[in-house]
């Protein structure tokens, strides 16, 4: 009872990494709030899907193992969420802002009519107080994500309705194991008393999930090129360093709405999150909105010939030049000294 839940989703039998990294903090979570971490699996052929889910931490889990739970469809999954809360009550549940995760959160916390924050970047455990209401309230789930455009940040609160719902990207949190030996309780569900048969009404006929083409959010090293680098044929120069460093290339918004580079490269806050060790950003100007998706990483290069560039204020290294100028003097070098 009114403990911390996450949703997590499963490609296959494989629990996805957003839902881990959720887990880790949803550990978090739980632990401010002297309560305990549940976790919630639905899907087909899950037998030992639990090794994969209480090393974060989690104190339960509740298993939902049935033939037309995936691929996921809609109904048969809001419906468990929704009878479930129903019985258990938590105060929070968290799931990935993903294609999923944005169609079934909706759906949940319209039927609980509990509210929800999408696309979160942060979350926080504190106190609201309600002078017109003259009420305090204590341990409210901060919901953080921009707003306006990312010209602001905002913080979210639901302070009378539950559970308090909140998606979140992938790579926003980090993924940690907290004890590979940890205990926590199995729980397997009988699906038909939570799923009536109707919501099986859609059948899916053929499930085909296309690999990513890159490793952007794994990658130790990413090269990242804005507008400044003003064309696609100059981000070649790029993908030549990216090869030399053994990284990824990545772009800003400016540059893929431009058409130097795919979309699916494309960091920030409408883009993917990265944490490289290594972040060279070339001719990006540093909107608040790629910040978002890249501020956590290790070494920041900025190389920029505008010395007010924004990115400047946040990077560990900035060189001052034109990229056409500077990225082939670091090509040459890296090939003669990496021999």
């Known amino acids: 009872m009114n403990n911390v839940f996450v949703y997590c989703e499963l490609e296959g039998t494989t629990v996805a990494d957003v839902s881990l990294e959720l887990l880790t903090k949803g550990r978090k979570l739980a632990n401010q709030l002297g309560c305990q971490l549940e976790a919630i699996v639905a899907g ?24 037309g739970l995936f691929p996921y469809t809609s109904l048969p999954h809001a419906s ?14 968290l799931m990935g802002a ?11 916390s319209s039927a609980l009519t509990s509210g929800l924050t999408a696309d979160c970047t942060a979350l926080e455990i504190g106190p609201h107080e309600d002078k017109r209401a003259g009420k305090t309230y204590e341990n409210l789930l901060y919901q953080i994500r921009p707003a306006f455009g990312g010209n602001i940040v905002a913080t979210i609160i639901n302070p009378e309705h539950r559970p308090q719902m909140a998606t979140v990207r992938e790579g926003v949190m980090k993924k940690e194991i907290l004890d590979a030996n940890y205990q926590g309780e199995i729980i397997r569900h009988d699906v038909a008393k939570y799923v009536p048969e109707t919501e099986y009404v859609v059948k899916v006929i053929d499930h085909h999930v296309e690999k990513a083409k890159h490793n952007l959010k794994g990658a130790p090293i990413v090269i990242a090129g804005g507008y400044g680098m003003g064309s ?15 990284g990824e290339v990545g772009a800003s918004r400016a540059a893929v709405d431009a058409g130097f580079c795919e979309h699916d490269r ?4 409408t883009g993917v999150t990265v944490r490289p060790k290594l972040y060279i950003a070339c001719g ?5 909105q790629h910040i978002a998706g890249m501020q956590d990483a290790g070494i920041i290069i900025s190389v920029n010939s505008d010395p007010n560039a924004p990115i400047n204020a946040i990077a560990d290294y900035v060189i001052n030049g034109t990229v056409e100028e500077v990225i082939p003097k670091m090509i040459k070098y890296y090939k003669k000294n990496s021999k």
């Open 44 to 67: 087909s052929g899950l037998e030992g899907v639990e090794k994969q889910i209480l090393p974060y931490g989690v104190d339960k889990v509740h298993v939902f193992d049935a033939p």
């Open 80 to 93: 468990i969420l929704i009878n479930l809360f129903k019985e258990e009550k938590p105060q929070i549940c």
């Open 98 to 108: 993903t294609v999923i995760g944005r169609d079934l959160g909706p759906r949940v």
């Open 232 to 246: 696609k044929e100059n981000f070649d120069m790029l993908y030549e360093l990216a090869k030399e460093l053994h």
């Open 266 to 269: 494309q960091i920030g806050q």
């Open 284 to 288: 990006i100007s540093g909107q608040i």
